[in-house]
């Protein structure tokens, strides 16, 4: 089989893990974002989000070609006011997410909060805003940012992260860049989620479509809330990730390839 991998960086740990397992037996292609489609694989993986990207992805689609994620669902994961409206549609419990406009004109908030950029990316706005003094100075970085704002969910002080690839949840638990001590952020050791988080998690790849995604979970006063959720995520230092994405890879390859030719008959 001949897989691409669209991404800007394919030395990413996971994705060059997931490269060296397909390339025993199958090809594997990178993808410039920005370039033409060219001969077209089996089967894609959409690791990179850019405009070029998600342009890339629809015209492989439209050829006919598998991409996972598909560019619907990644893109939809890029913009916070349709992720938490269509949570709220299937209820799910994510974190109330109000769209604020532009950071500059954020006017009257409730503090303490959080806020983040509306369109998420890498190097993106989250930060927690105890007072007008802080927001005034995320304003002067940030003046024409679309944003978010959601509720400061106390917690433990520990952000839980639940990545999951073709229904198989890892899991890890890090100390929130948003708690109140100033421990350095870093991921901790493997964590076992509970049943319902699991299912959670699940859950929201069955709403937006997702095969490879992340769920971030805070720990609310009475369950558990859901703060983001990232389409193909790093999934740094997860035991079996690699091997779950190379068999994902072929599963749907597999599957796309068998229907054609059911087509074909």
Same mark, same amino acid.
């Given at each position: 089989?001949?897989?691409?991998?669209?991404?800007?960086?394919?030395?990413?740990p996971?994705?060059?893990?997931?490269?060296?397992?397909?390339?025993?037996?199958?090809?594997?292609?990178?993808?410039?974002?920005?370039?033409?489609?060219?001969?077209?694989?089996?089967?894609?993986?959409?690791?990179?989000?850019?405009?070029?990207?998600?342009?890339?992805?629809?015209e492989?689609?439209?050829?006919?070609?598998p991409?996972?994620?598909?560019?619907?669902?990644?893109?939809?994961?890029?913009?916070?006011?349709?992720?938490?409206?269509?949570?709220?549609?299937?209820?799910?419990?994510f974190?109330?997410?109000r769209?604020?406009?532009?950071?500059?004109?954020?006017?009257?908030?409730?503090?303490?909060?959080?806020?983040?950029?509306?369109?998420?990316?890498r190097?993106?706005l989250?930060?927690?805003?105890?007072?007008?003094?802080?927001?005034r100075?995320?304003?002067?970085?940030?003046?024409?940012?679309?944003?978010?704002?959601?509720?400061?969910?106390?917690?433990?002080?520990?952000?839980?992260?639940l990545?999951?690839?073709?229904?198989?949840?890892?899991?890890?638990?890090?100390?929130?860049?948003?708690? +109140?001590?100033?421990?350095v &952020? @870093?991921?901790?050791?493997?964590w076992?989620? #509970?049943?319902?988080? /699991? !299912? $959670? %998690? *699940? =859950?929201?790849?069955?709403v937006?479509?997702?095969?490879?995604?992340?769920?971030?979970?805070?720990?609310?006063?009475?369950?558990?809330?859901?703060? +983001?959720?990232?389409?193909? &995520? @790093?999934?740094?230092?997860?035991?079996?990730? #690699?091997?779950?994405? /190379? !068999? $994902? %890879? *072929? =599963?749907?390859?597999?599957?796309?390839?068998?229907?054609?030719?059911?087509?074909?008959?």
């Amino acid at each position: 089989m001949r897989i691409g991998l669209i991404a800007t960086d394919l030395g990413h740990p996971v994705l060059a893990a997931t490269a060296a397992l397909l390339a025993r037996r199958h090809e594997v292609v990178g993808v410039d974002p920005a370039g033409a489609a060219g001969e077209l694989a089996d089967v894609y993986l959409l690791k990179t989000h850019s405009p070029q990207a998600f342009s890339l992805a629809k015209e492989l689609e439209r050829r006919g070609a598998p991409v996972v994620n598909s560019a619907a669902a990644t893109e939809l994961c890029q913009d916070r006011v349709r992720m938490a409206e269509l949570a709220r549609a299937a209820d799910l419990p994510f974190a109330a997410t109000r769209d604020a406009g532009r950071l500059a004109e954020l006017a009257d908030p409730a503090y303490p909060f959080v806020v983040k950029s509306r369109h998420s990316r890498r190097h993106d706005l989250v930060a927690r805003v105890d007072d007008p003094a802080r927001l005034r100075e995320l304003a002067a970085r940030w003046p024409d940012e679309p944003v978010v704002t959601q509720p400061f969910v106390p917690g433990t002080g520990w952000d839980q992260k639940l990545w999951v690839i073709d229904r198989q949840v890892f899991a890890a638990r890090r100390r929130s860049e948003l708690a +109140d001590d100033q421990e350095v &952020p @870093g991921l901790g050791q493997g964590w076992e989620p #509970p049943a319902e988080r /699991a !299912a $959670l %998690a *699940l =859950r929201v790849g069955e709403v937006y479509g997702l095969d490879i995604y992340g769920v971030d979970l805070l720990d609310g006063p009475a369950e558990p809330v859901i703060v +983001d959720v990232n389409a193909f &995520p @790093g999934i740094r230092g997860r035991p079996g990730a #690699p091997e779950a994405l /190379a !068999a $994902l %890879a *072929l =599963r749907v390859a597999g599957e796309h390839g068998r229907a054609a030719q059911g087509r074909g008959r």
